[in-house]
């Protein structure tokens, strides 16, 4: 995980690795999308904060053992998807408002997507959403 340091400027440097070595990618969606989507779980988890510098392209790419290329797509469908902000000579900032906007989108498609099979399986099972709460009291 990357600490931060904040410069002079406020602005938040990034140091040391961000994950692990070795990161096993899913061959059927591009790795830049499987980078974005690391990147954005570490937004909405506070690894990031809003005006938070991310990593460096070449950071990434050297943590992740990919092209600089992947990473420079990735950092690019962030900015096109406006989750994130080029600043010339800096890199790329997480931009306000960030975070709320995606735990919305994520809420909105794990109760459309996800919900729906987990409540399926839960009527195979018997069981009733106040059983989840139970067992997650007795933990």
């Known amino acids: 995980m990357w600490g931060s340091l904040r410069d002079a400027t406020g602005m938040v440097e990034q ?15 591009p790795i830049y999308r499987q980078l974005m989507e690391l990147l954005l779980a570490r ?3 506070g690894t990031y904060a809003e005006g ?3 990593p460096s392209v070449r950071q990434l790419a050297s943590d ?3 092209n600089p290329l992947t990473v420079a797509k990735a950092f690019q469908e962030l900015a096109i998807d406006e989750l994130a902000e080029k600043r010339r000579g800096i890199g790329f900032v997480v931009k306000p ?3 709320d906007a995606l735990q919305n989108r994520e809420r ?9 099979a987990i409540l399926d399986r839960m009527k195979r ?5 106040a059983d989840l709460l139970t067992a997650a009291g007795k933990e």
């Open 15 to 29: 140091q040391g690795p961000m994950t692990e070595s070795e990161h096993v990618w899913d061959e059927a969606t």
């Open 43 to 45: 937004i909405m988890d």
């Open 52 to 54: 938070d510098l991310l």
């Open 64 to 66: 992740y053992g990919v």
């Open 97 to 99: 408002g960030v975070r």
């Open 108 to 116: 909105i498609r794990f109760l459309k997507e996800e919900w729906p």
């Open 125 to 129: 099972l018997g069981l009733d959403p």
